[in-house]
């Protein structure tokens, strides 16, 4: 399975179908979207020049007393932990007198400043945890355009786009010839110290200023026109065909994306669903699908995990395959 988008990438794209974003939320949402590319991209390169699936982790947010930090991948090759920070920049920059520069801008924050604060948290989790192991930084650049001027010598390691299968085929000979040490215990650890990954302070809910187009959203082409028949709903603008079953479901998590703080409850989600959506048959796929909280009639709603659809139902693909085989039939 693909990794999943971060939370933030998340909820910056169901508000981008139902509402205007602030000029910050757009970019924000494009350096979202092009940072989640450049983390598919290195996966695919690990896997393919590295593999030892189990001497890789991927996608960790790491707490230490009151420290986080959130961390692209690591990878464990005998007593070294190699820290890769994946960044999907475009342009040119240009590190000198310790400082990183956009053409001839000096950057206000500094590239290395991410995977520095990871890098001293994993050396005191290894520390406290009593692991004798050398964490090494790698920063990496996936995007193949991008231009890079290292002036100076620095503590971490910098690879071009171009440069990271022969590293990673260097370190796969290296796996091979230095075993893993104490690989169930630095697993444990990294464990022990995982939090949950960032969400942002607060969801739609605190938004007076702001409002929401209801309805169920086209996949193909976001548009929310729609024919309802008895087991599927049809866009009027493109054509594309959905049960209606997993139309009302992937809508549901969409709500709860937004709404993240609270719990699902059955009247905004009717008002969430719009002129197509129908309380009995809410009440049906509430009832079928989600998870009640509480008991009877005073029940306080459905658990909220606060997911898109294809990680809400992870590992229930086929069965939501399988209802879209009502759209074949005949009416």
């Known amino acids: 399975m693909l990794r999943p988008e971060s939370l933030d990438l998340q909820f910056l794209e169901v508000l981008d179908q139902r509402a205007a974003l602030t000029g910050l939320e757009k970019n924000q949402l494009q350096r979202s979207v092009r ?45 070294t932990v190699y820290l890769l920070d994946a960044k999907n920049y475009r342009g040119s920059y240009t590190f000198k007198q310790n400082s990183w520069y956009s053409g ?69 000979r290296e796996a091979e010839i230095y075993p893993a040490i104490s690989l169930a215990s630095y697993r444990r650890a990294l464990a022990k110290y995982a939090a949950p990954a960032y969400r942002p302070e607060q969801d739609f809910a605190a938004r007076a200023d702001q409002t929401l187009r209801p309805g169920i959203c086209c996949p193909h082409c976001c548009h929310f026109d729609w024919s309802f028949d008895r087991y599927t709903v049809s866009c009027r603008r493109c054509g594309f ?32 669903l719009g002129e197509g959506g129908k309380e009995k048959y809410l009440r049906r796929q509430l009832s079928r699908h989600f998870e009640q909280i509480g008991f009877s009639k005073s029940h306080a709603g459905y658990k909220n995990y606060g997911l898109r659809f294809k990680y809400w139902f992870a590992g229930q693909e086929q069965y939501f395959e399988d209802t879209e085989k009502r759209c074949r039939w005949k009416k």
């Open 104 to 172: 001839q801008r000096l950057l206000a924050t500094n590239i290395f400043r991410q995977i520095d604060r990871a890098c001293d948290l994993l050396q005191q989790i290894f520390q406290a945890e009593g692991l004798q192991l050398t964490v090494q930084r790698v920063l990496l650049f996936m995007d193949p355009q991008v231009k890079l001027d290292i002036q100076q010598q620095a503590v971490q390691q910098v690879l071009r786009y171009s440069e990271i299968p022969n590293w990673l085929t260097k370190l796969k």
């Open 35 to 79: 940072g989640y590319q450049g983390e598919l991209q290195l996966d695919q390169l690990v896997a393919t020049f590295f593999g030892h699936a189990d001497l890789v982790c991927d996608d960790l947010t790491l707490q230490f007393k009151d420290e986080l930090a959130q961390i692209d991948k690591l990878v464990l090759v005998g007593n």
């Open 241 to 272: 065909c959905q049960s209606k079953e997993l139309a009302y479901v992937s809508t549901i998590c969409d709500y709860g994306v937004l709404y993240f703080k609270h719990n699902l409850k059955r009247k905004e989600l009717l008002r969430f």
